[in-house]
C-alpha cells in the first residue's frame, strides 16, 4: 500500500519561499507525514527533529512545463526543451521550501553555494510534468546539503548533489 503523503499547494509554498512568476519552479511538494515538524517545537528543536532523519528523508515536488513559458521562444524554437539547469533551480526550489518550512520561518532566503556531480539524461518538453526527489543529506551550521533527481514520465532527466547556504534574514 503506497505512503499517504502530505501535499502543499502553491499558495502554501510561496509562503516559504521568495520565488515568483515567471521563475516560481515548483507547483506542489509533497512528502511523508511523519517527516514533517510540529508546529509546536521551537527552531533548535526543530533542527535536531529533521537532523535525526538525514539520509532518509525524501521531499518530492512537481512542476508542470507549460507550453506557453517564455523561455521556449529561445531554447530552442524547433526544439523547445527545458534548460537543464532549470531543473536544478526546481530541486533546489524544492529544498528550499523544506528548509524554510522546516524553521518555520517563512519567506526565507537561501543562496547555491556548491552544485556537484551534475547529469542531465533525459530532455523536458513542454507540456511535460517534472517531477523532482530531494533527499537532505545533512546539515552544518547554515549550510544544507541534499541530493536531487528529477523525472518525466518515470523516466531519470536529472540530477545532482548541491548545498545551499540559509540565510539569517528575517521576514520584512
Same mark, same amino acid.
Given at each position: 500500500m503506497p505512503i499517504e503523503r !502530505? !501535499?502543499?499547494?502553491?499558495?502554501?509554498?510561496?509562503?516559504? @519561499?521568495?520565488?515568483? &512568476?515567471?521563475? +516560481? +519552479?515548483?507547483? *506542489?511538494?509533497?512528502?511523508?507525514?511523519?517527516?514533517?515538524?510540529?508546529?509546536?517545537?521551537? =527552531? %533548535? =528543536?526543530? +533542527? %535536531?527533529? !529533521?537532523?535525526? #532523519?538525514?539520509?532518509?528523508?525524501?521531499?518530492?515536488? #512537481?512542476?508542470?512545463? &507549460?507550453?506557453?513559458? &517564455?523561455?521556449?521562444?529561445?531554447?530552442?524554437?524547433?526544439?523547445? @526543451?527545458?534548460?537543464?539547469?532549470?531543473? +536544478? *533551480? %526546481?530541486?533546489a526550489q524544492t529544498a528550499c521550501f523544506f528548509v524554510f518550512y522546516t524553521l518555520g520561518r517563512p519567506n526565507g532566503l537561501a543562496f547555491f553555494t556548491h552544485i556537484d556531480g551534475a547529469k542531465f539524461k533525459h530532455p523536458v518538453h513542454p507540456g511535460d510534468t517534472l517531477e523532482m526527489e530531494i533527499k537532505y543529506t545533512c546539515r552544518k551550521r547554515q549550510f544544507w546539503i541534499f541530493e536531487g533527481k528529477s523525472f518525466v514520465n518515470g523516466n531519470l532527466s536529472s540530477q545532482a548533489s548541491f548545498k545551499a547556504f540559509v540565510s539569517e534574514k528575517e521576514d520584512k
Open positions: !502530505t !501535499t502543499f499547494k502553491l499558495e502554501e509554498i510561496k509562503k516559504y @519561499i521568495q520565488h515568483r &512568476d515567471p521563475f +516560481l +519552479l515548483i507547483d *506542489e511538494v509533497s512528502c511523508d507525514p511523519k517527516d514533517i515538524v510540529s508546529e509546536d517545537l521551537n =527552531e %533548535a =528543536e526543530r +533542527l %535536531a527533529f !529533521t537532523d535525526s #532523519k538525514a539520509g532518509d528523508l525524501i521531499i518530492k515536488s #512537481k512542476k508542470f512545463i &507549460d507550453p506557453k513559458m &517564455d523561455i521556449f521562444r529561445g531554447h530552442f524554437p524547433d526544439y523547445p @526543451i527545458l534548460p537543464g539547469v532549470l531543473s +536544478l *533551480e %526546481a530541486m
